[in-house]
């Protein structure tokens, strides 16, 4: 199993919106297939495997990391596939959790006699896909707020100069958590101050199958309330989709920002700000996004901390310092020590020369 999760992992980049699935197949305590499930709309790990097996997988065991499907998609159900093939054990890691259909792959390998285990490593299991997993249990996706600032705290000159903080590495690092993300969100004051793209680039990737990656982007969402975005952004014209999320109904401009080949979803508030948890919402369920990246500035990513929608922080932090003035990484006017929100360390590390911190909400 834990050579299935490896398989598994290598999907990271490629997957989306489908789950991340690895799969071995032993016979007589040897390995005789393995596969992974490389993009959507292709072959999932146990058809990778099986195809590897041929006429070794009769009587065999298969481990997969996840519970095998038992629907129709683009493929067919892979509990059906392990049936024709003859093994006769399976190993999930982890039950679908997709309430409609979990335990019914199970059911289609019991019925036909195979025995059918579930549990063995399944908290690695479950970190291969924390987004897929979210968005079948809750109807939303994980969140990542990414923040680069100083020793101090800050993200950029009060003058709004923020080029650069943390060093190539960091930013490299930045372009892999993009790379495996459904979605990247940013607010309209980050793209007027910067004028980001928000794209993957393959040279700053430096991963293997770089160009590969690079050629599903994942969709850019601006938030931006009164459609202040101009039409000359580099955002606007990058590969891949763009959403702009706005209140505004001004149908010239939304014209006009359509002209450019962006998406404008106009949503309805009564309190005169973007509703985060509806969007998200949206982004789960319309737009199928497992995993959310947010990277903006202080406003918006104070609102997303605020409203308890974070699952997780990653935090570049460079050996600098930036001065009082400068800009803060989250907008969050707290008065008393009690609304403090206190967080738990996940990891630690070295990226180059600045520090990598990845964190969860403690609530």
């Known amino acids: 199993m834990a050579r299935a999760i490896q398989l598994a992992d290598q999907g990271r980049y490629t997957t989306q919106p489908n789950p991340r699935v690895g799969c071995v197949i032993v016979r007589d305590g040897e390995m005789v297939g393995e596969g992974f499930h490389v993009r959507a709309g292709e072959g999932h790990a146990e058809v990778n495997a099986l195809r590897m097996a041929g006429d070794l997988a009769r009587g065999a065991t298969a481990y997969v990391t996840l519970e095998p499907c038992s629907h129709y998609g683009r493929t067919p159900p892979c509990a059906e596939g392990l049936k024709a093939a003859g093994v006769a054990r399976v190993v999930s890691a982890m039950v679908d959790p997709n309430p409609q259909v979990a335990g019914r792959g199970i059911g289609i390998l019991q019925d036909a006699g195979i025995v059918a285990e579930q549990g063995l490593l399944e908290a690695d299991s479950r970190a291969l896909n924390p987004g897929f997993i979210k968005r079948m249990e809750q109807g939303l996706p994980y969140v990542?707020?990414?923040?680069?600032?100083?020793?101090?705290?800050?993200?950029?000159?009060?003058?709004?100069?923020?080029?650069?903080?943390?060093?190539?590495?960091?930013?490299?690092?930045?372009?892999?958590?993009?790379?495996?993300?459904?979605?990247?969100?940013?607010?309209?004051?980050?793209?007027?101050?910067d004028d980001s793209s928000l794209t993957v680039r393959a040279a700053e990737l430096q991963l293997e199958n770089a160009d590969e990656i690079v050629t599903q982007q994942p969709l850019r969402v601006v938030l931006d309330s009164q459609l202040r975005i101009p039409t000359s952004a580099k955002i606007l014209k990058q590969p891949g989709r763009t959403l702009i999320v706005t209140l505004s109904t001004d149908q010239t401009r939304i014209a006009e920002l359509k002209s450019t080949g962006a998406e404008v979803l106009v949503q309805p508030s009564e309190h005169g700000r973007i509703d985060l948890d509806v969007l998200l919402r949206y982004l789960a369920q319309d737009e199928q996004c497992n995993e959310l990246l947010v990277e903006t500035g202080a406003t918006l990513a104070g609102a997303f901390v605020a409203s308890g929608?974070?699952?997780?922080?990653?935090?570049?932090?460079?050996?600098?310092?930036?001065?009082?003035?400068?800009?803060?990484?989250?907008?969050?006017?707290?008065?008393?020590?009690?609304?403090?929100?206190?967080?738990?360390?996940?990891?630690?590390?070295?990226?180059?020369?600045?520090?990598?911190?990845?964190?969860?909400?403690?609530?």
């Open 144 to 193: 990542r707020v990414k923040t680069a600032c100083s020793l101090d705290g800050r993200t950029a000159m009060q003058s709004g100069e923020s080029q650069w903080i943390t060093g190539p590495a960091a930013r490299s690092d930045v372009q892999r958590l993009r790379a495996q993300s459904s979605a990247i969100v940013t607010g309209v004051d980050s793209i007027l101050h």
């Open 309 to 363: 929608l974070v699952d997780e922080l990653v935090v570049y932090q460079a050996m600098t310092l930036m001065g009082s003035d400068a800009r803060p990484a989250y907008a969050l006017p707290f008065t008393e020590m009690k609304e403090q929100r206190r967080l738990q360390l996940l990891d630690s590390r070295m990226v180059g020369d600045d520090l990598r911190l990845t964190l969860r909400p403690c609530n």
